[in-house]
Structure formats: C-alpha cells, structure tokens
C-alpha cells in the first residue's frame, strides 16, 4: 500500500515537473520570437519580419506599412531596449474556451515616448 502511495506522488511530482518544464520553453521560444520581431522592425527587414507574421503573405501591404511605420518610430518606441527585455506573457483563450493561447502586449503613453 506504501509503494502505491510513493508511486503515485512520484507520477504526479513529474506530471507537474513536465508541465513547468512546457512553460519554461513555451516563454522562452515566446520571448525569442518577440525579440526577433522588434530586431527585424529595428532593421526594416521586411522577409524577416513576414516570417514572424501569420498569413502575412495574405496582405503584402499590410505587413508592408506596418513595418515601415514601426521603423519609423523605432527609436522613439525603443526607450533603452526596455521593449526587449521587459516582455510579459498572458495567457488568453481562442474563439473556442478549449484553444489556449498566450499573447504580449505592450502599452504606450505619449508622455513616456516624449520623455526620452
């Protein structure tokens, strides 16, 4: 009844070790992708920055504008690298309650951005 026990807490001590270990890649794969996107916009490296897009091949000139507006204003929008490496993940759900995503926002106030 004892080894029952221990190998049941075992299976679970590694059924939670497995899913922190998930997360822990799912963040860092996340955070590369977030700054391969901001280094792509800081080179106006427009292949690059598509392939970090979905479906961007759907709109060329979606992608396109975008990209040029974000170069544009990189410096503004970059204040000491801070968009590099203060990334923050949030969980979300999809249309249906079953698709787990995770998503980066960031904020801007023109005050901040004015500041620098």
């Keep these: 009844m004892k080894t029952i026990k221990y190998i049941s807490l075992i299976l679970i001590l590694l059924s939670i070790s497995c899913c922190v270990n998930q997360k822990q890649k799912d963040e860092k794969q996340i955070k590369a992708t977030v ?6 916009v800081k080179n106006n490296d427009l292949q690059a920055y598509n392939g ?10 979606v992608t396109a504008g975008d990209l040029y507006f974000l ?16 990334i923050k993940i949030k969980d979300t759900i999809g249309l249906s309650p079953d698709i787990k995503m995770k998503y980066v926002q960031y904020t801007f106030k023109k005050r901040e951005i004015l500041t620098t």
């Design 35 to 40: 700054q391969n996107f901001w280094k792509s």
């Design 52 to 61: 970090l897009i979905y479906e961007s091949e759907n709109f060329p000139g």
């Design 71 to 86: 170069h544009k204003h990189y410096k503004a929008l970059n204040i000491q690298e801070r968009l590099k490496g203060e």
